[in-house]
Each structure stands twice: as C-alpha cells, then as structure tokens.
C-alpha cells in the first residue's frame, strides 16, 4: 500500500537516498536487530531528560546491568568471559598456574570489527589525541547509578595512569568511526609485574576500558579484550590484572571501598552516593572534624631522592600479603612522586635521615552534574601506606589532614593490606560500591582483602 503523496525520486535523489540508506547501514553495524534500540531513542533527548529517565530506570531496575553481586552473577549467562581462561564462578580453587598452558599461538591480524569502524592505536604523547581520550572518558564514564556526578579525568591523569616505565602505545588500543573520526572505544594496558602468593608473573594491567553510551549494550567490549589480549600476547606476556565494580568470572578477592569526608557540608549539598545515610549538618560536622595541622615528627613530601629508600620499605611490607606489586624504581618515581592534582606522596625520616613510613594517595576528580552551587569534587584515593615506626592510624590521622588543606573532599580507601586498622577509628564509613579484583588466565585460591596488597587506579 502506497501513500497518496508518495512519488518516484529522481535520480539526484536516488542516488542521495541510496547513500544516506548506506550511511545509516554503517551506523547501524552495532545496533541490534529489530525494534528501534531505546538507548539510542534516549540518546536523542536533552542531558537532563537523560538523566531524570536513566534516574527512574534504576529506580524500577529496569536497566540492564552487568551483574553486581554473586547472586546476581549466578543467574547471568556470561556468553563473553564463559569463552575466557579465567575460572568459573563456581570453582574451588586450590591450585597456582596458568588457565590456557603451553605456547599460544597468537594471531597475526587484529580482531575484525564492524563495517564502519576502525582500529585506531592512539598516540597519546599528542595533545589533541590526549584530550580526544579525556573526551571520551568524561562524556562515557559515571560514578552512581543516578548519573549525577561523573569522572572527570584530567590530561595530567592520564598521562599518569597510562605511560608508566615501559609502556607500548599499541597497547592503547582506541576504535574509530570511519567516517568522522570520532573515538567511541578504548581500552588500555600498562605493565604491572606481580606477586600471586608465591609467584612472581610479568603482566598487565587492563584499565580504562570505556565504550561511548551510543554504542552500549552491542557487544564491543568483548572486540575490544579480545584485540588487547592479542597485542599483549604479542610481546610475550599472557597474564592480566583488572579491577571492576561489577562481578565477571571470577573475582580472586573482593572488597569494600570506604569513605572519610573531608568536607561533610558539600558532599551533603551534593548527595555525594554511598554517604546518604540520614544525619544533620551539624552531627556531621562534628564527627568529621580534623585537627588543623599534622602531628608526626618528620613528615614531608617526597622527594626523588627518596625512591630508592621506598622502595625498600614497601619492598618490606608488602611481602606479607598475597597479592603485590612488583615495583621497580624507575615504577616507585613514577606511581609516587608527588604530581600537582594527580599523586601526593609523604614520606617520615628519622633524625638519622633513615625513611621509616611512606603514605601516597592520588586525586580523582569529578563533575557534579545539575547543582546550583557546586560543579566539582575531588576525592583522594589511598595508594599506599606502609609504616615502620609511626602508628598507621597516626600516619593516616595526617594524611586526612593533607588531604583536607590540599582542598580534597573526601578521602577513599579499600579494605585491603592493613587498612581495616585505621579505618573505622577515623571515622572512615563503610560506602556501597565494592572493587573485584581479577587475575586473568591464572588461577590461584581466592584471597580475603586484607591478604591483597595492590591498589589499580583506574
Ligand atoms: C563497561 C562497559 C565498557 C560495558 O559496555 P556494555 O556496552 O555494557 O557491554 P557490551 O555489550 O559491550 O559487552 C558485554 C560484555 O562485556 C562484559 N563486561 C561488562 N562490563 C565489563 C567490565 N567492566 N569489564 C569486563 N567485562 C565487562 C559483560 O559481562 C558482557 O560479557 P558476558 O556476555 O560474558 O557477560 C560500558 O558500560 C562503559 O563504558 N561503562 C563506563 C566505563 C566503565 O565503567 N568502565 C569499566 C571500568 S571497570
């Protein structure tokens, strides 16, 4: 049946009509079949709509997640990580060793994407390369589930996070739309050598894995492991570390991230998630009060002179756990030395100049979206504390207080290493968000989170 006002195009117009149809046809390559995808139809609709809908979405669970608990993964079908060496949710690990053995044949070509789409390994010692990225993780990364506030990385974080000693740019691993350029996928890898229990392992570890909001949903994420794993394999190395908030096969521990306002009067105003408890204003300023200045003897920031002695002292202290770095020096300046908005380090020397404690933490900003008052907060995350003389809870008891003047907010740490120690006697709260961590292609027994002794900024 035709309409009354249809006519036959011209051949202009059939030939724009054929194009646009094979324009469509590229875009829609990773839109699944049948009705008109509603992520795409929300796309259309202002920030703010977005927001109040996605906002109502997870109020009535309506909006299809990864798994974030157990129960939750144990119903999830994983068609992706099932094809994966990395050990079922069900396994009862008693063994070390590698999940695939032997020599894997790594495949010559890249993964192939859908028509439309590109590889694209990014050179991010170039600026606007770097800001594309920023870009991407900016508009594509969010903190809660009601879409309020979003990581803001800066081009200073990621220069941080992603080129450490030994980095390999085609290990930032971008995907491209053919057309315009524009980078809708990313996923990246930096060396990080570990101990697991008694193994010592050169590997990866996977960060910042993000695929653009439009594209949701399709698939991409397995394309994009798969095409990082072969690049890894490519230089020998067959092992990965990842963390995540949601739970895949299968987390070799789990832990609790916590929460210190630094802040408490703003982070109210903003409603900052997983401190919505019920309490007023002036119950909770009390509570949080700090002194104004540090107390331990010695205390100052670090300095490059003070790798090598750090190194040793970490060295010392995180052999006890079963899960740890392995830092090199060029790795301990690197992660450590204090870099403006990106990394604080302090370090206490004896009156023998000897270094006897280190506490490091880095700074993740974000964005707080629709609020009258405030557009920004800054969270400081716990790296690494290790103390050989200072009472841990004393040496943190300062770092809140270095946080605080630096103009952070909050301050973050996970249940892990010795952490449980200090945490409740600062005042630190227990949040909602949990952090997995993963081993890919090793499997070992799974470990609680004081026995892990390794922070992955993402
Ligand atoms: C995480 C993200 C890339 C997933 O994309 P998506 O469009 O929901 O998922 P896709 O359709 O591409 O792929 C689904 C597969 O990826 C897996 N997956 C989802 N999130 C994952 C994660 N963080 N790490 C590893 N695999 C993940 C799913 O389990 C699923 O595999 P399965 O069939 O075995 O269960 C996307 O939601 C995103 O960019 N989020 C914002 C940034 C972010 O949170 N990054 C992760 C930090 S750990």
């Keep these: 049946m035709t309409d009354s006002n249809d006519k036959k195009p011209t051949d202009g117009e059939s030939s724009s009509l054929k194009k646009s149809k094979k324009k469509q046809k590229k875009e829609d390559a990773w839109r699944p079949e049948g ?116 990581l803001d990385f800066s081009l200073e974080y990621l220069e941080w996070a992603l080129q450490p000693p030994n980095w390999l740019a085609q290990w930032h691993c971008g995907v491209r739309v053919d057309t315009n350029q524009k980078l809708v ?59 995540a908030g949601t739970v895949l096969p299968t987390p070799i521990s789990s832990c609790r991230v916590w929460h210190r306002p630094l802040n408490p009067r703003k982070l109210m105003e903003v409603n900052y998630p997983g401190l919505r408890q019920k309490t007023t204003l002036q119950r909770a ?60 380090t302090y370090v206490v020397e004896d009156d023998d100049g000897a270094l006897t404690d280190v506490v490091s933490f ?12 405030h557009s920004g907060l800054r969270a400081a995350h716990l790296l690494y504390v290790a103390s050989a003389t200072t009472e841990m809870t004393d040496l943190m008891e300062d770092a809140l207080v270095l946080a605080k003047a630096k103009g952070f907010d909050i301050f973050c740490a ?20 949990m952090v997995h961590y993963y081993l890919y292609n090793w499997m070992c027994p799974n470990m609680s989170p004081d026995k892990v002794g390794l922070v992955l900024p993402s």
């Design 35 to 150: 009705p008109r995808d509603p992520f795409a139809l929300l796309d259309t609709l202002p920030e703010k709509k977005q927001q109040e809908i996605q906002r109502a979405l997870h109020l009535f669970s309506l909006a299809p997640t990864t798994p974030k608990t157990l129960q939750q993964a144990k119903k999830h079908t994983y068609r992706f990580w099932n094809t994966q060496p990395v050990p079922k949710l069900d396994d009862t690990i008693t063994t070390h060793g590698p999940i695939a053995e032997g020599e894997v044949s790594v495949r010559e070509e890249p993964y192939s994407l859908p028509q439309g789409f590109s590889w694209d390994t990014l050179d991010l010692s170039s600026p606007p390369v770097l800001k594309e990225l920023c870009s991407l993780l900016n508009e594509n990364y969010t903190e809660d589930d009601d879409n309020t506030i979003r």
């Design 185 to 243: 996928g990313f996923i990246a890898a930096v060396p990080a050598d570990v101990r697991i229990y008694e193994t010592e392992k050169r590997a990866v570890q996977v960060k910042l894995l993000c695929v653009h909001k439009k594209l949701r949903l399709k698939r991409m994420t397995p394309v994009l492991i798969r095409e990082l794993t072969r690049r890894v394999n490519q230089q020998g190395l067959y092992q990965a570390l990842y963390t």
């Design 285 to 344: 300023l009390k509570l949080n009060r700090l002194p104004e200045a540090t107390k331990v003897q010695g205390l100052r920031p670090m300095t490059k002179e003070d790798a090598p002695g750090i190194q040793s002292l970490l060295q010392k202290n995180l052999c006890k756990f079963q899960l740890s770095p392995l830092l090199s020096l060029q790795e301990v300046e690197h992660w450590l030395l204090p870099r403006e908005n990106v990394v604080d």
């Design 362 to 373: 880095y700074s993740v900003s974000s964005r707080v979206l629709n609020h009258l008052v």
């Design 414 to 433: 996970l249940d892990v290493m010795d952490n449980e120690g200090f945490l409740e006697k600062l005042k630190f709260s227990i949040g909602d968000r």
